[in-house]
């Protein structure tokens, strides 16, 4: 079969499957490559690539992002027309970061695979194998951080931990490169590295400092990240920082012991937490999951495309939610 459907949020094992894909079928001869978002792209458009030949190159690789959108009958049912008489010489791949796309595509004669976000000792592993190929060791205090703040996918994983190896190395001498990594280090230059994430946003909502917070969501959505994916980060968010507050309710909110139990390790993030608390009760934290809950089918239903407006009441929505 030419025709691949990629699905699921684990973004590093996908892009590794496409990767394959392209580099065997370019290794045929002289390939063109075109991508599509299919939330920007009509689909007559990617349809008239599928059936013509390229100009330059006598193979092509058609890749089509955001496939979850593509919900129209007539467009499926062209798309899926143009899949079951695909030329030889032609490559389409399907991604999404859902788990399903439309039940049209059922009918479409592709190679299907979930690609599911990977268990919490799988990451584990990930991580420490990741850095043990590159001559380093890193504790398990450090790895439980760079899971914290780094988004739950080994594509951002494999980024991230590129660019910390790269800086710890600068920062290790040839002596000593085995050294076993600590939370210190990682955090001395996640602090000072770290892209806009969701967990960047919830620390602006932690402070109550609604202008950083509109500012930082800005940033995210103008990067093209999709307003579930952050609701989803907040939401993780939420839900720890009300175990952060069952934690200081008996009186544990400074034990160290008790705070990494809930994932909880380095003193920037705890301090994002304390500084929540001190806004946020148990209370007004379980509402602000219920609003979070409330927006996500909202960003999933028609009215997503006012994605800026609903993400920006959403902010304002719970950053009013605090009581203190």
Request: proline share 2%; with cysteine; net charge negative.
């Amino acid at each position: 079969m030419n025709t691949y459907i990629f699905l699921g949020p684990e973004l590093g094992k996908k892009k590794d499957a496409v990767d394959v894909i392209k580099q065997k079928f370019k290794q045929a001869g002289e390939t063109e490559e075109f991508v599509y978002y299919a939330d920007e792209t009509p689909i007559n458009k990617i349809a008239d690539t599928l059936q013509n030949q390229g100009l330059f190159a006598e193979k092509q690789i058609v890749i089509i992002k955001n496939a979850e959108v593509i919900k129209k009958k007539d467009d499926v049912n062209l798309l899926v027309s143009c899949i079951n008489d695909i030329e030889e010489n032609v490559i389409l791949i399907l991604l999404s970061d859902e788990n399903r796309i439309d039940a049209g595509f059922e009918k479409a004669k592709a190679v299907r695979q979930v690609f599911y976000e990977l268990f919490e000792r799988d990451k584990i592993e990930w991580v420490r194998d990741f850095f043990k190929r590159q001559g380093l060791n890193i504790d398990t205090d450090g790895i439980s951080i760079v899971l914290e703040m780094i988004e739950n996918n080994t594509d951002s994983l494999r980024r991230e931990c590129s660019r910390l190896i790269n800086f710890l190395k600068g920062q290790t001498d040839s002596q000593s490169i085995n050294k076993s990594i600590n939370t210190q280090d990682i955090e001395k230059w996640l602090s000072h590295n770290r892209e806009e994430s969701a967990f960047t946003l919830f620390s602006r909502i932690a402070s109550g400092d609604l202008t950083k917070a509109l500012e930082s969501l800005n940033i995210l959505l103008a990067a093209k990240e999709k307003a579930p994916g952050i609701l989803a980060g907040l939401a993780w968010c939420f839900g720890k920082l009300r175990e952060y507050l069952s934690l200081a309710e008996k009186g544990n909110g400074n034990n160290s012991f008790e705070l990494k139990k809930i994932g909880l390790y380095s003193p920037k993030t705890i301090a994002d937490y304390a500084a929540a608390s001190r806004r946020y009760d148990s209370e007004s934290a379980e509402s602000c999951l219920a609003i979070t809950a409330n927006y996500d089918v909202l960003m999933r239903s028609p009215v997503a495309v006012m994605e800026n407006i609903l993400m920006h009441r959403y902010i304002l929505t719970v950053i009013n939610q605090a009581n203190k």
